[in-house]
């Protein structure tokens, strides 16, 4: 079974991997693209760590899975967003989501928040779905993607601490 780690400053270079892993397999679940992201220097990498909560599944010292959570600066302070969920096919379904969910909640409660939300394509309903089990609910918020295309919008979900 996987541990669930926070990733450190040293600790880049495994969420750039598993990151970049998580943009090649499954490039329409982000709003981002491998093409993009694998430009970015190690200095960017090590920003992005310094900057939000990342937690890693680690298997055998490799990471099968990985989520980010942070405050944005256009969100209320009582919020914290879960990002870049993301779980290697050999890996789903065993629980490691749930897992990884359960550590940002608590580092959102340590944090001061009292509510998680999220962003989940149109077309992800494997994620909409977990995200469902997890407690999440959909707010009626939407993301547009492209700029006037509805049907590209990604939903925003919430779920109290």
Request: charged letters at 30%; aromatic letters at 10%; a negative charge.
């Amino acid at each position: 079974m996987a541990d669930i780690i926070r990733a450190h400053d040293d600790d880049w270079s495994l969420v750039r991997e598993i990151r970049l892993r998580s943009l090649s397999t499954d490039p329409a679940a982000f709003g981002q693209s491998w093409e993009k992201e694998s430009t970015y220097e190690d200095s960017v990498w090590e920003q992005r760590v310094r900057e939000a909560a990342w937690f890693l599944a680690v298997e055998d010292g490799q990471p099968v899975a990985v989520v980010a959570a942070r405050h944005e600066e256009d969100s209320p302070e009582n919020e914290r967003e879960l990002q870049a969920m993301w779980v290697t096919p050999n890996s789903r379904h065993g629980g490691i989501a749930a897992k990884l969910a359960e550590a940002v909640f608590d580092w959102s409660r340590e944090d001061g928040a009292d509510t998680i939300t999220l962003y989940v394509g149109p077309t992800n309903t494997s994620a909409r779905s977990l995200y469902e089990s997890l407690g999440f609910v959909d707010t009626g918020d939407r993301w547009e993607i492209v700029e006037g295309d509805p049907d590209s919008a990604w939903s925003k979900m919430a779920r109290g601490l």
